[in-house]
């Protein structure tokens, strides 16, 4: 008896709710409950645009310098050289409190690496703020002794804001990968020496300078890889992924779906390095194996597969930096032809490309179609050449994360047998005059001067390179 009146209440209710239409259930949703998301909404932007505000009054007193860097004529660091450098520069990382970002609008300073062609003359440059130049410079001296470093005024002044405009044109991009960036792209050491008969190093850096050397008079080029020092979270991005990746490879070769089975591949020095990684992800320390269980863990994965778990695991093993590339091409209109540079430029980064793993591919251009298309592509090369110019992080594509060993791969200083005619280097080792030496006025075309002067090869100096390798040269290829 006692249950008539619910189940009439119910039927009642249940016919209450089918004669309503959807839209007034939804208008009585949010009446009731929906508000908690306008007011998620609200709190998560009001604290979005004081965290902005709070970091422009941060950095707006940040003082940036440009550094030209000439290399000597003699280079025969490999990038291995440059990939300590960028070691030396995560120092710059300091990973702040809630505190320091929200009361006191606290930012992670960053760096730009730039190469830039200005009608053909090619130079290498880093951009910094003020409070680390001097960290900049010792990474570098640290690792290229005799290279020489100059404040220079920036070279992005020369070309206007905003477009259209009576005397430039330009085209822009935004670099980004094609995969994850848990995926690698192809690093300098694939293009090391395989056999005894190959010596030099087959140096990515050439095509890459030669197409910035294809450009001419009124025509510029322009390359930067934004950097800005980052904490660990992203290995445990690349660790989930491997984990997922060897979850489906084993799922599809028909055996037990655990991660666990594709890892202890490694062996010798690699596998020392990422013992501590498959203990990360497994927990645990690292099992003893036998022969036939590594076999058989073999056995179940293809040679691309295998190499790919192993770049993967290598990639996590070395320094991260949050990473953002840019290119522009800007020339004077009755010169302005992209095609001389920019399908060198993309053409030379496809050199770090591995189909199975990561691509560098241009993710933002300055181009669109269709609907208004003259005033949105103006509206897009403005936004462009400003995020260009103020070397801004989160404007245009997404940033990703590439460790030391991929940013040298990228950038780095040319070795000496790539040949650049108009690459910027040292003119030579400056040394001062020997004490005592008489003060005695000679001119330039004093018939002293024309003498020959017979070289002195007793100076023959002996380099170890970063690789290990003892090269000789004469004291007269290194001051002549």
Do not use: C
């Not at 890459?208 to 020092?229: D, H, K, V, Y």
């Not at 990639?315 to 992209?338: C, D, L, N, S, W």
């Amino acid at each position: 008896m006692e249950l008539g009146p619910l189940f009439i209440d119910t039927a009642v209710a249940q016919a209450f709710v089918a004669s309503r239409s959807t839209l007034e259930l939804v208008l009585t949703f949010i009446s009731t409950i929906g508000w908690l998301g306008l007011v998620y909404a609200f709190l998560y932007l009001m604290l979005f645009f004081w965290k902005e505000y709070k970091e422009e009054q941060y950095n707006k007193n940040w003082e940036w310098v440009l550094l030209a860097i000439d290399i000597p004529p003699i280079n025969l660091q490999t990038p291995k050289a440059v990939e300590l450098m960028f070691s030396h520069l995560a120092g710059a990382y300091d990973e702040p409190n809630l505190a320091a970002k929200f009361r006191h609008g606290y930012k992670q300073r960053w760096f730009s690496f730039e190469i830039i062609s200005l009608e053909g003359y090619i130079q290498f440059l880093v951009r910094t703020e003020r409070a680390f130049q001097d960290l900049v410079e010792a990474a570098i001296y640290a690792q290229y002794p005799e290279v020489e470093i100059t404040e220079v005024e920036d070279y992005v002044t020369e070309v206007p804001d905003l477009f259209p405009n009576d005397e430039y044109d330009m085209w822009g991009t935004d670099f980004g990968l094609a995969e994850s960036f848990a995926y690698p792209i192809r690093s300098y050491i694939e293009f090391e020496p395989k056999t005894p008969e190959e010596q030099l190093l087959k140096d990515p850096m050439g095509t890459f300078l030669e197409s910035f050397s294809r450009i001419g008079a009124g025509e510029q080029m322009w390359f930067q890889i934004l950097l800005e020092p980052t904490g660990n979270a992203w290995k445990e991005k690349v660790i989930k992924k491997i984990k997922d990746l060897a979850g489906d490879i084993v799922s599809l070769s028909g055996g037990k779906k655990k991660s666990g089975v594709l890892f202890g591949l490694l062996g010798g020095e690699s596998g020392k390095a990422t013992g501590e990684i498959r203990a990360q992800i497994f927990g645990g320390a690292p099992a003893a194996e036998t022969v036939e269980t590594k076999e058989k863990r073999l056995s179940q994965l293809t040679p691309g597969q295998a190499k790919l778990l192993e770049a993967m695991e290598k990639k996590i093993t070395k320094i991260g930096f949050k990473t953002k590339m840019r290119a522009i091409y800007t020339a004077k209109k009755e010169v302005f032809r992209p095609e001389r540079g920019v399908n060198a430029l993309i053409g030379a980064l496809n050199q770090y490309n591995i189909p199975s793993a990561n691509s560098i591919v241009p993710t933002t251009s300055v181009n669109t179609n269709y609907f208004l298309k003259a005033a949105r592509n103006n509206q897009k090369k403005t936004k462009m050449m400003s995020a260009y110019k103020k070397r801004k992080m989160k404007v245009g594509g997404n940033a990703f994360v590439f460790n030391i060993e991929e940013l040298a791969t990228v950038w780095h200083f040319p070795l000496s047998h790539v040949k650049t005619p108009l690459l910027q280097k040292t003119q030579g080792k400056r040394a001062e005059p020997p004490t005592g030496l008489p003060i005695e006025s000679i001119g330039m075309n004093d018939e002293r001067n024309k003498e020959p002067v017979e070289a002195d090869h007793s100076r023959d100096k002996q380099i170890i390179t970063d690789a290990g390798d003892v090269a000789y040269f004469s004291a007269d290829e290194e001051y002549g």
